[in-house]
């Protein structure tokens, strides 16, 4: 007797994906601002991403990803029906994310102390509005992981739900990589 394999499903919740999407719409339209208006005035871009650190975007980029590939192990192990090593690792991509908020928020001084502000230059009004929006998510996606961890540890959260928090981190650190390479290194 032929049996049929179980029919693929979209992981997650669809409420999250149309969150997601959303999200990445956002996005979308304030990296193309960023974009064409580095075309427009590229000395100014120039200038402004001088006074940048490659080396702490490269650090930021890795500390996002590890957290992402902290939460997709996290994940297969509650598949795996190892919830206790789920919320682990769970903790663990929460303070890997954390370090890109200590790395972060010391950037974001060393800027404010340069007199880099929001209204320094038409790169860096860009600069924090990109940013710091990123850096919103950021926040949000720490308080999803945390409520991931601790449901795992009480085994009170659906696989779907877990997927969902998942989900919206890869989104994070998906923007981050066009991020990254777009303020910090393309010129």
Excluded: N
Aim: charge should be neutral.
């Amino acid at each position: 007797m032929c049996t049929l394999p179980e029919p693929r499903r979209l992981p997650g919740d669809l409420a999250m994906w149309f969150f997601i999407l959303a999200e990445l719409s956002v996005f979308a339209i304030l990296i193309l601002a960023f974009a064409v208006t580095q075309v427009l005035k590229p000395e100014v871009f120039a200038a402004g991403r001088a006074q940048l650190d490659t080396s702490t975007g490269l650090a930021m980029t890795l500390s996002l990803l590890t957290a992402g590939l902290l939460a997709a192990l996290a994940l297969q192990q509650v598949r795996l029906q190892r919830w206790r090593r789920g919320a682990g690792l769970f903790v663990a991509a929460l303070l890997v994310a954390l370090v890109y908020v200590a790395i972060k928020l010391t950037e974001y001084a060393h800027l404010g102390a340069a007199g880099l502000g929001l209204e320094h230059s038409t790169f860096f009004t860009l600069y924090w509005i990109l940013t710091g929006f990123h850096f919103l998510h950021v926040l949000l996606g720490m308080v999803i992981l945390a409520w991931l961890a601790l449901g795992c540890w009480r085994v009170g959260l659906s696989v779907g739900g877990l997927e969902s928090g998942v989900l919206y981190w890869h989104m994070v650190d998906l923007v981050w990589v066009v991020l990254f390479p777009l303020v910090y290194v393309i010129g």
